[in-house]
């Protein structure tokens, strides 16, 4: 007696499986017997997948390029012109006493001139003598009006930021630049990182962007799915009419129809996928 229904439901498991079979057999030759409007249907559910997964992928990139370069963040702290070598010497030795100071690298005028004379291909006493703003005029002992170079470079301290608690780097550089403007003979102060923040912005911005398009491409996704559903419904509706009036169930009638948004659904991610890889592989 047991083996009846045993039997029953291993044969009605074998049924449910071949109507399954049959349906997805059914729904396949229904998108190649229509390959252009499968194909555009397509195309459409592609490219409304392509772009907000073109700027989610910008955002990413952005993002990871900002945490890098926000781990060489570093602050220029420019002295007055004519600090002495003790007197930056005792500004440096001030400016690592601030708590949230890592590292401190002197430049003195003769290193930033070098430094200039070798990225511009000139020589050092050209560049001093260049301008009379930086040389001075003397006599020489024939009487003779001559100048004596002086360098227009002054001390620089390029200073490394240490973040503390939850503060990220260029937090910390920005308030540390904030106290080390109030310290005496430091003329200016500059954060190399600042833009940073800006661009930190601009990621969000394009992250809510990218955020509301998908929303905006789901509701038009399911409008053109709906829409090709509908239309498959209409060409079949005498269809639905007999099987109505001879029994099947809402889920028999329905099922073609959900395997046909579903073959739709996995084509149009498919070719998103495939087209964000060319469109990657161009940039």
């Known amino acids: 007696m047991s083996s009846k229904p045993s039997a029953t439901a291993s044969l009605k498991r074998v049924s449910t499986l071949a109507e399954h079979r049959r349906e997805l057999a059914r729904a396949l030759s229904r998108l190649r017997a229509a390959p252009a409007a499968t194909l555009i249907t397509l195309l459409v559910i592609g490219i409304a997948l392509l772009l907000p997964a073109l700027l989610l992928q910008l955002q990413r990139a952005m993002s990871a390029g900002i945490v890098a370069l926000e781990s060489e963040a570093s602050i220029s702290v420019y002295l007055d012109l004519g600090v002495s070598d003790d007197d930056a010497k005792r500004v440096s030795e001030q400016i690592l006493k601030l708590d949230e100071v890592d590292s401190l690298e002197i430049i003195t005028p003769a ?75 430091v003329e200016s102060v500059s954060v190399e990182g600042a833009w940073l923040a800006r661009l930190q912005a601009l990621t969000q911005i394009i992250r809510r962007a990218a955020q509301l398009l998908s929303l905006l491409m789901a509701v038009g996704l399911l409008t053109a799915i709906g829409n090709t559903i509908r239309l498959a419904v209409e060409q079949r509706r005498d269809e639905i009419r007999v099987s109505k009036l001879i029994g099947a169930s809402d889920g028999y009638i329905a099922r073609p129809f959900l395997y046909l948004g579903l073959f739709l659904g996995i084509g149009g991610g498919l070719l998103a996928w495939l087209l964000q890889l060319i469109v990657v592989g161009l940039i």
Request: proline share 4%.
């Open 111 to 185: 290193q930033a001139l070098a430094q200039l004379s070798e990225t511009a291909g000139l020589d050092s006493e050209f560049l001093a003598s260049f301008d009379s703003e930086v040389s001075t005029r003397s006599q020489s002992d024939t009487g003779d009006s001559v100048f004596s170079p002086r360098n227009p470079l002054p001390t620089t301290f390029l200073v490394s930021a240490r973040a503390s608690g939850d503060d990220t780097l260029g937090e910390a550089a920005e308030r540390l630049a904030t106290e080390i403007r109030g310290v005496e003979r």
